[in-house]
């Protein structure tokens, strides 16, 4: 045993250097090379988080709508559910489906290229049953899909491509058109093999059968529109046009709504209530020359006084009760009402009173609202 249990500096050194490390500041050159970051080129991003994001959510309402026209069609019960968006290499969707399967190439006119609607055979064959009649089970053993099968299939593809396409409007009008068939994942070539693509894959419930159903666009066909999918720049650019504004605030023009002038109510037991008759006067704390509110839809609007209006009782508003930081003045919010609305005016925009009622703690003149131009 040595007498000297404790390494030098020199000894530490070299322990460092033989395992690696270093006590020494670190180059310029060396920490250039710490910050390479290693990229898949077999796996380029070509498409953001947000973007996916978006596109999650635009064929999560697909799902939707589909899961309520199945049962339609198929006269049985059965959902649709999505299960992930990812973008991944084309070769390796491929390897991911099932050999043989239903495959379906689309176009997808304005936008240039193919895209690919893939069923597995455990959903593709109960949804053939159903079609024909029957009760819409699986094959004991597994084959491909014939021609006439595929055809059948076609029917329920449009029931897919509709609800796909009311999905994609508020961005593009797609026009989808079934370009080829297929059962083979390894025969079909729609882009490259290393080239990106987005695939959308979707769970298909439909009874007590499940299955996967997918989606697979390829990253270059969305090129043209990507930059939509992008939510604060689509609506930034959304423009509203003037036709839409004008028909919007006519239909306002012609909503009713409740309104009720309120005076400061009481509170009475229920032994004094039941003895109410006609002709017991009911004192409540609104004194005769304050104003009372006027609530319109529920919402504090105006205060006013009763007037009697030919020969009916009926408010006159004279003052506008604003939300706290507002904009406008109470000159320019009731300029149109105090000027044609004093007692005495022919053509007076009145609220007039239509009933009383006892409602919670006071009394409420309710009515609507009615213009004599």
Not at 74 to 83: A, G, K, N, P, Y
Not at 93 to 111: A, C, K, N, R, W
Not at 159 to 174: H, K
Request: aromatic residues 6%.
């Amino acid at each position: 045993m040595p007498a000297n249990p404790t390494l030098t500096n020199e000894e530490m050194s070299a322990l460092l250097a033989n395992s690696g490390g270093s006590t020494e500041t670190p180059s310029p050159s060396t920490e250039k090379r710490r910050r390479i970051i290693p990229y898949n080129f077999r796996r380029p991003d070509r498409i953001s988080k947000e973007q996916v994001r978006s596109l999650y959510l635009l064929h999560d309402l697909f799902s939707h709508s589909l899961s309520s026209s199945m049962p339609i069609f198929l006269r049985t019960i059965s959902e649709v559910t999505l299960v992930s968006v990812e973008q991944q290499a084309y070769v390796e969707y491929l390897y991911g489906l099932p050999d043989p399967t239903v495959i379906f190439t689309l176009s997808m006119h304005p936008l240039q290229g193919t895209a690919i609607l893939e069923m597995n055979p455990a959903i593709a064959f109960p949804i053939i049953d159903r079609m024909l009649g029957g009760a819409g089970e699986q094959l004991a053993k597994a084959r491909a899909v014939t021609e006439i099968e595929q055809k059948v299939l076609e029917s329920f593809l449009k029931i897919v491509s509709d609800d796909l396409r009311d999905a994609w409007r508020p961005l593009v009008e797609l026009d989808l058109q079934i370009l080829g068939r297929e059962t083979r994942p390894q025969l079909l070539q729609i882009v490259a093999p290393n080239e990106v693509v987005v695939a959308i894959v979707f769970h298909v419930q439909l009874g007590d059968i499940q299955g996967l159903m997918s989606l697979c666009i390829p990253a270059i066909v969305l090129e043209p529109i990507i930059a939509r999918f992008n939510q604060s720049s689509y609506s930034r650019n959304r423009v509203v046009l003037p036709q839409q504004t004008h028909s919007l605030l006519s239909n306002l023009r012609t909503l009713p709504f409740q309104v009720a002038a309120e005076l400061r109510g009481i509170t009475a037991t229920t032994d004094d209530l039941f003895r109410l008759a006609p002709g017991d006067i009911l004192l409540l704390d609104q004194r005769a020359d304050q104003p009372i509110t006027v609530s319109v839809g529920g919402l504090e609007k105006f205060q006013g006084e009763l007037v009697e209006q030919e020969r009916r009782t009926a408010v006159y508003l004279h003052t506008a009760i604003l939300p706290p930081n507002d904009e406008y003045e109470e000159g320019e919010f009731m300029e149109s009402w105090t000027d044609a609305a004093a007692p005495g005016s022919s053509n007076s925009k009145r609220l007039p009173v239509v009933g009383l009622d006892l409602l919670g703690p006071g009394l409420k003149a309710d009515g609507l609202m009615r213009r004599s131009d």
